[in-house]
């Protein structure tokens, strides 16, 4: 039995990390880190200092909305349903904030502290900015930061092109927007007002593809050097979802293509940003 439990707040330790996020953010800045001719030890401590930030803040986040979860009867959330406590979750979002703080540093001075700073952002989402008008704004500066964090960690410490800052910023706010798309409805229920929420759902899922569009469009024209016809074709690609995005606006509450042909678009910019991760530094 006792083992039975302890397998249960691990399962539950890892639903509320918010598993799929983490994942993908940490594969991200790995990714970009080696492509921008960062070292194999140095794409390790990236790798760790980001998923260390990464779990603290899915952490934080349920512990920060468990009451909240439970009263509304949210099941899908592990702290709502007490297993695990929720001071287990605490302690697990401290460790990984410790784990964070020390691989990156790691990385070096400048190159910790603007990862830390983009950690400290969600964590001030977490805490209270969610609510507000500004909510867009953790999400710009911790994405805008991320190129900051690789480029600082390479030798010689060189600052990150503005193209590459602006377009972090862009691909976080649209990333903000998308992600709220599902649950607009839920977290006003909630008392959660943040932008998306405020606008209500049909502006956001006009505004959700505008940073996106506008984040393909830097990555295809910032970098030097000619755009060629894959940077074209993207754009056309993104341009063409953005459309899509539009056209589904008005589509019914239960639909999903909003939020699908918006999350196409944010892996377009991924694509992109990860192309043009040797022009970094």
């Avoid at 909510?135 to 390479?154: D, R």
């Avoid at 910023?169 to 943040?194: E, K, M, Q, S």
């Avoid at 006009?206 to 970098?223: E, I, K, Q, R």
């Amino acid at each position: 039995m006792e083992a039975r439990v302890r397998g249960g707040a691990v399962r539950g330790l890892v639903r509320a990390s918010h598993p799929e996020p983490t994942a993908a953010v940490t594969v991200l800045v790995t990714a970009l880190a080696a492509a921008s001719g960062q070292s194999p030890g140095g794409c390790v401590l990236v790798a760790v200092a980001v998923l260390g930030g990464q779990l603290s803040v899915g952490w934080c986040n349920d512990v920060v909305d468990a009451d909240r979860d439970r009263a509304a009867g949210r099941t899908d959330k592990p702290l709502a349903a007490g297993v695990p406590a929720r001071a287990t979750a605490a302690a697990a979002a401290a460790a990984a904030l410790a784990v964070c703080v020390v691989a990156s540093l790691a990385c070096g001075a400048a190159a910790g502290a603007a990862h830390l700073a983009g950690v400290a952002a969600a964590w001030a989402y977490n805490l209270g900015v969610k609510r507000t008008a500004l909510s867009w704004l953790p999400y710009a500066v911790g994405f805008g930061l991320l190129p900051a964090f690789v480029t600082l960690g390479l030798p010689g410490h060189p600052g990150p092109p503005g193209w590459a800052v602006a377009a972090g910023a862009l691909l976080g706010v649209g990333a903000h927007v998308t992600n709220v798309l599902p649950d607009i409805d839920a977290d006003l229920a909630a008392g959660v007002r943040g932008l998306p929420q405020r606008l209500g759902r049909r502006r956001s899922r006009l505004l959700a593809p505008v940073p996106l569009l506008a984040a393909a469009v830097v990555l295809v024209l910032g970098p030097p050097g000619p755009v060629g016809p894959a940077g074209w074709a993207a754009l056309a690609v993104t341009g063409g979802l953005a459309v899509a995005t539009v056209r589904t606006a008005g589509a019914g509450t239960g639909s999903r293509a909003p939020f699908l042909t918006t999350l196409a678009m944010a892996v377009t910019a991924v694509v992109l940003l990860l192309a043009h991760g040797g022009a970094l530094a």
